[in-house]
């Protein structure tokens, strides 16, 4: 049975989405709705689909895996190829084997595209949209701290590592710099890993204390479906939004060559393949869709999490009516 935390969350969670519905339908953004079970997932390489068989019992269809997605950004990309304009979902994502205290399998996810925008017109939408979340849902004003703060990757470790990723642009060299700086790195070998290792142990917790923060600027290696920065594609158009050391958003300028998008999921492939998680296969329509994409930007927001820091509570199962840790 849910506790009075739950019910009260529940009461916000109305609030929040209400909220957010107005603020995007007010901006032009058109609502969509699209599959939760998707015949290719994401293929993000940390990160882990739910598989459901489907069996035809008509002559319709043959047997093969389905999957719940991870993402609704494949099929709302395919939307803005086709002429959708700016357009933004609220829906449930699945991501198997996450389980913490800020993670559940099941989770909210807000996401919401502009073309003809870049990735700063996506954070300042976003930023007023969780203003006016703030004010509906009764928080405490944080969110309504604007305008947030724009932070690169690099200074962020620079402040508080001391440690130039310039400097330091190769794994062994990141490695002497990060372990002299108190960083466990472990067998990490990889600049990307031994990023990681240092990012979480002495930047994430940082970020996001007086206002929320932005991170910007990405080395390009991580620049996932983001398009690389004119003028120094040493670095990814990407953003990460954070408040009081928490994860919260990840968006993009968007990449729109068909050609490095297909070398970039060939990649993630492989690496899926030689660390032993499942491979998905490509997707076809979506890989079709970039090269039709007008210039874009999109954005993916943790609802759960933006509830707990307006609720002002430490775990997800506090903001769940059914959290994870009831059959997990």
Request: overall charge negative; aromatic content about 10%.
């Amino acid at each position: 049975m849910p506790n009075q935390l739950q019910w009260r969350s529940a009461a916000a969670r109305q609030a929040l989405y209400g909220a957010l519905r107005r603020f995007f339908t007010q901006l032009g953004y058109l609502e969509v709705d699209t599959p939760l079970l998707v015949p290719t997932p994401g293929m993000e390489p940390h990160i882990t689909a739910f598989e459901s068989p489907f069996v035809p019992e008509t002559d319709v269809g043959q047997r093969r895996t389905l999957y719940l997605h991870t993402s609704p950004e494949y099929a709302m990309k395919r939307l803005l190829a086709d002429g959708s304009g700016p357009l933004f979902q609220i829906c449930k994502v699945f991501r198997n084997g996450e389980v913490s205290r800020t993670h559940n399998p099941e989770f909210t996810m807000l996401e919401f595209y502009r073309p003809q925008a870049d990735y700063h017109a996506i954070m300042a939408d976003l930023e007023g949209a969780l203003a006016e979340a703030d004010r509906t849902v009764g928080g405490d004003g944080f969110f309504t701290r604007t305008p947030y703060e724009r932070l690169s990757v690099r200074d962020a470790v620079l402040r508080t590592t001391g440690i130039d990723l310039r400097a330091c642009a190769d794994g062994p060299s990141l490695k002497r710099a990060a372990e002299a700086a108190g960083v466990r790195t472990g067998d990490a070998t990889s600049f990307d890993d031994v990023f990681f290792h240092l990012f979480l142990q002495k930047v994430e917790g940082t970020l996001g204390w007086e206002r929320p923060t932005y991170l910007t600027e990405y080395p390009a290696s991580m620049a996932s479906l983001a398009r690389l920065k004119p003028g120094d594609p040493s670095v990814a158009e990407r953003t990460e939004l954070y408040a009081k050391g928490l994860e919260l958003a990840n968006g993009f300028s968007e990449l729109t060559d068909p050609v490095e998008q297909r070398a970039r999921l060939l990649e993630e492939q492989e690496f899926r393949r030689m660390t032993g998680r499942s491979v998905y296969p490509l997707d076809e329509r979506f890989l079709d869709a970039v090269g039709r994409m007008p210039p874009s930007a999109g954005i993916a927001v943790g609802l759960d999490r933006i509830l707990m820091l307006l609720l002002g509570v430490e775990a997800i199962s506090d903001v769940l009516l059914f959290p994870a840790h009831e059959f997990v």
